[in-house]
């Protein structure tokens, strides 16, 4: 089935900096989705996205389907922003039912 | 309703116990999955219906996992002579259809004694 990498694994930052997400996935898809999963668990969408870029306040994203690759852009970080972020697929072959998740990015946002 | 929603929010079960978990999509979906993730790691996919009819079932860990979903909406998984290792947050998400947004519900928080 379709593989999805992320990177880096855990990243802490300085309340105000930037950053960026990277997600690699192995295969075409036709969906890549962006997920938010708070301290309490729950998942928030953060961009549909399997091309094209999209800006949400201080989130953007862009999803470069031909290099098989997308990048979440974090910019002026709050402690809110703290959590894990995940890059979810859907491939168009071979185990294309299925939301295939990668191991997400840890997010410590500090003061 | 405005969301997927999940019940119950909590469960404890002795070990040996069956428990139900309920999924109430977004209406109108007509794709919905079950997930689990256990303590600190990812998410781990169980199965997807479309409509009511199961046409990826390959992460269910055992025979002693089932899921149903009737008149297209509502879905239940069932976990059998539960076991420690269920311990878990079981997550449903639905989406208009395959391919399209899926959005998660609250999960419900298995804890197996």
Request: glycine share 12%; net charge neutral.
């Amino acid at each position: 089935g379709i593989q999805v990498e992320q990177s880096p694994p855990d990243l802490i930052l300085q309340e105000g900096a930037n950053s960026t997400l990277r997600c690699n996935f192995s295969d075409s898809v036709n969906n890549l989705q962006w997920f938010h999963q708070n301290p309490w668990g729950q998942l928030i969408n953060l961009f549909y996205i399997p091309s094209g870029t999209k800006q949400n306040g201080r989130l953007s994203a862009t999803t470069v389907a031909t290099e098989r690759y997308s990048l979440l852009y974090i910019s002026s970080s709050q402690t809110t922003d703290s959590g894990v972020y995940f890059c979810a697929v859907i491939g168009l072959t071979g185990g294309g039912n299925k939301l295939t998740f990668g191991t997400g990015t840890q997010l410590k946002v500090e003061l | 309703g405005a969301g997927v929603s999940q019940s119950p929010s909590n469960k404890v079960t002795e070990k040996g116990k069956d428990v139900e978990l309920r999924c109430d999509p977004i209406s109108g979906h007509t794709a919905l999955y079950w997930y689990r993730q256990s303590l600190g790691q990812g998410l781990e996919f169980l199965i997807y219906f479309q409509g009511n009819s199961a046409p990826d079932k390959s992460g269910l860990p055992s025979d002693r996992f089932s899921a149903e979903r009737t008149g297209g909406s509502v879905s239940t998984l069932t976990i059998q002579r539960t076991q420690q290792e269920d311990s878990a947050v079981y997550l449903c998400a639905s989406s208009l259809d395959r391919g399209s947004e899926a959005f998660f519900g609250q999960g419900t928080r298995l804890t197996v004694v």
